[in-house]
């Protein structure tokens, strides 16, 4: 099998989602890093027309992908061949999908509005928008807390957000959770929405850091943080 080819940057989470996948399958790759600069020419957007990353491309197959959830599913499509981290029978099938599409909808652009105006928008901090995305990351947060208690039905809680198993849904929510007490709530933050994860969403905790235990969850922060290392340098 020929070597699968990511396009990526250490600093953003999206870009991570397809290498825990890659990871998972034992699946033959090789991260690019693309710098901010380059996004935008020609030569990215030939394989990304967005100019953002990730995207991929497969020498064995000839295909260009491009948006992490996109990815995701193509690998799981092309190469999840034993069901490792996807159902085929229903309605399991598509309860994935639709919490692999909660989280591009959901969880990334909402943290990552926090994140942006928390941290990087220009000039005075505009505390309304950093508080308003902060209480999305806590209504988030709290629909897959409500969800992975169980229920009545389920009284001991889900493991895992469909099924007995974990799938390409749940591993798309951890890089985007790395982030939640490092990056989105900080110490002297400008607003007043604060959050303690364990005691305001307990079987989100649970559930984060049973994936965080993976060997391929633990070898792709391994990785993010020493591409995040060669980045500074």
Known sequence: MQTILLYSHASGPNSWKPVLV????????????????????????????????????????????????????????????????HYTGLPEKYETQSWLHFQMSGQGPYFGQRAWFLHFQPGEKIVPAIERYGNEVKRVLGVLDSHLSGGAEKKGGRQYLVGD???????????????????LFIPNAPDSVTLDVEKEFPHFAKWHQRLDQRPAVVKTKELKAAETANSQH
């Open 22 to 85: 890659l990871e998972e399958l034992k699946l033959p790759y090789e991260l690019k890093p693309v710098v901010w600069g380059e996004l935008k020419k020609p030569s990215y957007t030939a394989i990304n027309p967005n100019g953002r990353v990730p995207s991929m491309t497969d020498p064995n197959t000839g295909v260009t992908v491009f948006e992490s959830g996109a990815i995701m599913e193509y690998l799981i499509a092309e190469y999840d061949k034993d069901n490792l981290l």
């Open 165 to 183: 198993k974990c799938t390409y849904a749940d591993l798309a929510w951890v890089p985007w959770d790395w982030a939640i007490e490092q990056a």
